[in-house]
């Protein structure tokens, strides 16, 4: 497809169980982000994926998550022994810039929604 | 990267422009305004961004002081699906930089 494609967009699971959240970013798109946003609350930066650099993890909130992207394409973000305050909606995106203003052009999935149980 | 602060609500008559203010009296030499909005249960979108400039695109405008320390957007023809929040973000892309979202303006549009 054309846009960013996530998946489950849907996922309940039990407290302590582990999931797996997969994104398709565009083709050819370096930069691939993942941001969570809790009910009525704002986007909250979660890891940042440029190229072939190190990841930015510095917005995960604990060891329990984690993200790979494998080829430079495909990124999986997997969350152990889930608790009930993970739920929330998990947004990544994607961005071809790399440099001048072009690299903020992001571009959203919809979203995986996640309920702890 | 800089701050920014919005006004956290706005609202606005269909049809009417409408133009949302951001302020960033920090911001660098170096950093982009960008402009992102959210619709209700969907993913951010992306509007405009801009480095000193006016910028104007399909879907609006955004127009930065000379000083660059404050912007504004204007959706010139506001309609009812333009209800969303509206998210004014600053950021230079050195290493290690990402755009961080704040709370955002909600702008109601009004029939």
Redesign the interface.
């Known amino acids: 497809g054309a846009g960013?494609s996530q998946s489950p967009s849907n996922k309940v699971t039990e407290k302590g169980k582990d999931v797996e959240l997969r994104c398709d970013p565009i083709s050819g798109h370096t930069a691939l982000?993942w941001?969570r946003q809790s009910l009525g609350q704002?986007?909250e930066?979660l890891i940042?994926f440029q190229g072939n650099s190190a990841p930015?993890k510095s917005g995960l909130p604990s060891d329990r998550f984690s993200a790979e992207r494998t080829g430079g394409s495909v990124s999986t973000l997997t969350i152990q022994r889930t608790q009930q305050e993970d739920s929330a909606v998990y947004?990544c995106?994607s961005s071809s810039g790399t440099?001048?203003?072009a690299?903020?052009?992001?571009?959203?999935?919809?979203?995986s929604r996640l309920t702890v149980l | 990267d800089a701050k920014t602060t919005q006004p956290p609500s706005m609202d606005c008559a269909e049809g009417r422009a409408a133009n949302l203010p951001c302020n960033h009296s920090t911001i660098s030499g170096n950093e982009y305004v960008y402009w992102y909005r959210q619709i209700h249960s969907q993913g951010p979108q992306y509007i405009i961004h801009g480095l000193k400039n006016n910028e104007t695109n399909e879907m609006a405008s955004l127009i930065i002081t000379e000083d660059r320390k404050s912007s504004t957007l204007i959706l010139p023809h506001a309609t009812l699906r333009d209800t969303a929040v509206y998210y004014c973000i600053v950021v230079g892309w050195t290493s290690g930089s990402r755009l961080t979202f704040g709370e955002g303006t909600q702008l109601t549009v009004n029939p």
């Open positions: 960013v982000y941001y704002g986007l930066f940042y930015d947004l995106a440099s001048g203003g690299v903020g052009e992001l571009f959203f999935g919809e979203g």
